[in-house]
């Protein structure tokens, strides 16, 4: 008999005692089912909380000053040099830098007609709208012109336009009024800001940063930071751009140093990694107990069919043969349960998909891992009842009633 006849016989036996086998497939249908579901959720969740917490700024390299006293001094007063748009143009050519960005920030009440609200102001020059992909839905972007000429130009958010402008109203072109200073409305831009952490009151604004500088009397590069090319090799290029930076501007009390986000990201996917195990863990008990249920079932299984293997080891079946076909039988009862709980995983992937707002994502390794540990759990649970029917005496076995 070969593994192909064994196979047969594994599904006649499942299909004759459909709801013994239903029964038992149970708790191994549950467990692949949470298993898969669980770490599915997992996985959504991952990507979602990644890419709103660090989808804005990807590859971003912040870069900052750290002050380092002359030996035997405490350095209790220490100023930070002042960046220039001359040290942007020698960042924008270290290699692996795709985009430096340069901004300072304000506040100012702004009014238009009979609407006013307090605004955030992000200063930013022509660079900045590429990098950091900012999608204009109404006129224009900032010019390298406006920063250059101290243009008196700002482009508001759609937040702010829904605010401060009626619907069928036209803001491009309007004059609005800034802490008591005209200012022209050129563009309106969808801020990259995860909503959750928009100013939902009056929206924010955006304008060319050395006229923040000018009236506000900010420096006009108050943060700096670097998008890298390529996301293998971020520290790399941060690294290299604060050595940069630190030998452009001769430094001797001091140098520059980076941040990124690419840390904090390792150490979320770390958390929700440990949270989907311990939790995925839990669910996968119930593979255990459905093995045990399969295991039960096939002891069961042997004592009804004590006579025929009886039988067929008078005729010539060797232990290796019998024990063989109960193994085939216990994991294609295990195996048709995993199949089966892949199929409501994928469903119930679906429907969390559908009514939450997280995408949950099944990966084709962890469907594979789901049948190979169902076929693992027939296996197991299937040795010991195989082993049974493998030792028992054909005389015995044709006299058993």
Do not use: C
């Amino acid at each position: 008999m070969n593994i192909w006849e064994s196979f047969k016989i594994a599904l006649s036996s499942i299909w004759n005692h459909k709801i013994r086998s239903i029964l038992t497939m149970l708790g191994i249908i549950i467990g692949v089912a949470a298993v898969i579901i669980i770490v599915a959720i997992g996985q959504g969740t991952k990507k979602q909380m990644t890419d709103e917490l660090f989808a804005t700024d990807k590859n971003a390299i912040q870069i900052y000053y750290e002050y380092m006293p002359p030996e035997g001094e405490e350095g209790m007063f220490w100023q930070e040099p002042e960046l220039t748009t001359d040290d942007v143009q020698v960042l924008a050519e270290v290699p692996g830098i795709k985009a430096v960005l340069a901004t300072n920030q304000g506040w100012g009440m702004m009014r238009h007609d009979e609407v006013q609200g307090d605004m955030q102001i992000t200063g930013v020059g022509a660079e900045f709208f590429p990098a950091r992909d900012i999608q204009v839905v109404e006129g224009r972007a900032l010019y390298a012109a406006d920063n250059d000429g101290l243009n008196r130009v700002v482009l508001i958010d759609t937040i702010a336009r829904k605010k401060f402008f009626k619907e069928t109203e036209n803001p491009i072109g309007e004059i609005i009024d800034l802490n008591d200073n005209p200012y022209k409305i050129v563009g309106v831009y969808e801020s990259p800001l995860p909503e959750q952490f928009r100013n939902k009151e009056t929206g924010e604004m955006l304008m060319p940063r050395s006229v923040i500088s000018m009236m506000f009397g900010n420096r006009e590069i108050e943060q700096l930071s670097v998008i890298a090319s390529d996301s293998e090799n971020i520290s790399e290029t941060g690294r290299l751009a604060a050595e940069t930076l630190t030998e452009t501007k001769k430094l001797e009390d001091g140098q520059y140093r980076t941040n990124s986000f690419e840390d904090y990201e390792k150490e979320l996917n770390t958390v929700i990694s440990l949270l989907t195990l311990l939790i995925g863990s839990i669910a996968g008990i119930s593979l255990l107990v459905g093995g045990i249920g399969v295991m039960n079932i096939m002891l069961v299984s042997v004592t009804e069919r004590t006579r025929e293997i009886g039988l067929r080891k008078a005729i010539g079946a060797t232990r290796k043969k019998i024990l063989l076909q109960f193994l085939i039988e216990s994991i294609t009862l295990t195996s048709i349960g995993g199949l089966i709980g892949i199929g409501l995983a994928s469903i119930g992937s679906i429907i969390v998909s559908q009514f939450s707002p997280i995408t949950a994502t099944i990966s084709p390794l962890i469907v594979l891992i789901g049948v190979s540990f169902s076929a693992l759990i027939g296996i197991i649970f299937g040795l010991l009842p195989a082993n049974k029917a493998s030792k028992l005496s054909p005389i015995d076995a044709l006299r058993y009633e």
